[in-house]
């Protein structure tokens, strides 16, 4: 079985800041990694994914992460958030049948 | 792009009605999956479906079931509503072999 932390249920940031949105997982078995965006009253929006390659991974809206085995990590990152980047991310996992969705963290940017 | 509709975005019922959440995707995909969503808690798996007329129970399907009589509809029902099924329920579809889901924009269900 898998399972995901999200280590941040909330993270403020202001304006042209850059952020990291932090998740680490757990699987006994060779996983795939997602990151996905829900803005409010909306349904979850894929964001991008880790399935095999490169460990660092470019996705919509400027976003990226960086898959790392060793630390059973996969942290999403933007250089520079903008006001409409404040939503809630959700980091999921899949191995095997299983797709295990994180807690999720709510990034508010701010003025 | 893939499109996944859900029936309705708001919906209010009271205790004890049976609640019927419509899912649609035009993609022809083989996966199906029902969600709940609630703060703090992410995304709980209720049902899935890998084929018609097939099912799966996820993490919490006690007071739900499923039906999938064609393709590219999977309905979730709720036999007895009740107050903690209030709730954000989320459809979402995927294609077999690929691995990412698309979602629906989520029915928010209230039970009074």
């Known amino acids: 079985a898998q399972s995901v932390t999200q280590l941040d249920s909330q993270v403020p940031v202001f304006e042209e800041a850059p952020v990291e949105l932090r998740c680490n997982y757990s699987?006994?078995?060779?996983?795939?990694l997602f990151w996905y965006v829900q803005y409010p009253n909306q349904g979850l929006q894929l964001l991008l994914k880790y399935l095999s390659g490169s460990t660092l991974v470019k996705g919509i809206n400027g976003f990226e992460a960086e898959f790392n085995k060793s630390q059973t990590s996969f942290h999403l990152r933007k250089p520079s958030v903008h006001i409409s980047d404040t939503a809630e991310y959700f980091c999921a996992v899949s191995g095997g049948q299983n797709f295990v969705f994180g807690p999720g963290t709510r990034l508010s940017v701010l003025p | 792009d893939v499109k996944v509709t859900q029936s309705s975005r708001y919906l209010v019922k009271r205790t004890g009605e049976k609640v019927f959440l419509e899912c649609v995707q035009d993609m022809d995909h083989e996966n199906m999956f029902w969600y709940r969503q609630d703060p703090g808690l992410g995304l709980r798996l209720i049902y899935f479906?890998?084929?018609?007329?097939?099912?799966e129970k996820g993490d919490i399907p006690e007071g739900y079931s499923v039906s999938r009589e064609k393709k590219e509809r999977f309905s979730l029902i709720l036999e007895s509503a009740s107050t903690n099924q209030t709730s954000m329920y989320l459809c979402?579809?995927?294609?077999?072999?690929?691995?990412?889901?698309?979602f629906g924009p989520g029915t928010r269900l209230t039970v009074t």
């Open positions: 479906s890998y084929d018609v007329k097939m099912k």
């Open positions: 699987s006994s078995v060779s996983v795939y």
């Open positions: 979402a579809s995927t294609p077999s072999g690929r691995y990412e889901q698309y």
